[in-house]
Antibody, heavy 122, light 108 residues
Framework: QVQLQESGPGLVKPSQTLSLTCTVSGDSITSGTYYWSWIRQPAGKGLEWIGRIHTSGSTQYNPSLRSRVTISVDPSKNQYSLKLSSVTAADTAVYYC??????????????WGRGTLVTVSA | DIQMTQSPSSLSASLGDRVTITCRASQIVSTYVSWYQQKPGKAPKLLIYAASSLQSGVPSRFSGSGSETDFTLTISSLQPEDFATYYCQQSYSPLGYTFGQGTRVEMK
């Protein structure tokens, strides 16, 4: 059974860089044709896609966050990571890692981590 | 950027009711729409992909329909475990994915 697990600091100071890692267990991150994404959700609000990466290294980012986001992958560790720079209180949210797969041309998130709360505060 | 607008934002319904949630895209997205269910404190769960394909393991009371800009998620007979928030999501845009703002289904 494939599972995703987010890890990283739960508290980040303003202007610093948020760093999270998603560990994939139960299968190789390189198996299948998937894109590995980060999605966030501020408390009481909706879902916002941050970006995605393929194990080839190809990335795509939400245009509204592109200048501050870097997603990388480490197949040897079966992990991928998120870095979000220059954070503010507006970046406080639950951060999810999620796997995207394709069906009938549509890409959808069929597997999610449990999420990790990151608070931006001094 | 493609905007996904759900309606209503919330609704109250009783057990056994037929519930319909609508999602409208700001431009044509073909059938590249998925639906998710989220319960408090939990990650979203995939229900429907490609507008009308039921994800494995999801009860058949859930169904999806639509194409181009207008999409619908229907729960044919509301069950206690269906009280949750539902999101649509598009994957048509080359700029990436976007979600609707969510529809909260509450008990009447």
């Amino acid at each position: 059974q494939v599972q995703l697990q987010e890890s990283g600091p739960g508290l980040v100071k303003p202007s610093q860089t948020l760093s999270l890692t998603c560990t994939v267990s139960g299968d190789s991150i390189t198996s299948g044709t998937y894109y590995w994404s980060w999605i966030r959700q501020p408390a009481g609000k909706g879902l916002e896609w941050i970006g995605r990466i393929h194990t080839s290294g190809s990335t795509q980012y939400n245009p509204s966050l592109r200048s501050r986001v870097t997603i990388s992958v480490d197949p040897s560790k079966n992990q991928y990571s998120l870095k979000l720079s220059s954070v503010t209180a507006a970046d406080t949210a639950v951060y999810y890692c999620a796997r995207a797969r394709s069906g009938w041309g549509s890409w959808y998130f069929d597997l999610w981590g449990r999420g990790t709360l990151v608070t931006v505060s001094a | 950027d493609i905007q996904m607008t759900q309606s209503p934002s919330s609704l109250s319904a009783s057990l056994g009711d037929r519930v319909t949630i609508t999602c409208r895209a700001s431009q044509i997205v073909s059938t590249y729409v998925s639906w998710y269910q989220q319960k408090p404190g939990k990650a979203p769960k995939l229900l429907i992909y490609a507008a009308s394909s039921l994800q494995s393991g999801v009860p058949s009371r859930f169904s999806g329909s639509g194409s181009e800009t207008d999409f619908t998620l229907t729960i044919s007979s509301l069950q206690p475990e269906d009280f949750a928030t539902y999101y649509c999501q598009q994957s048509y845009s080359p700029l990436g994915y976007t979600f609707g703002q969510g529809t909260r289904v509450e008990m009447k």
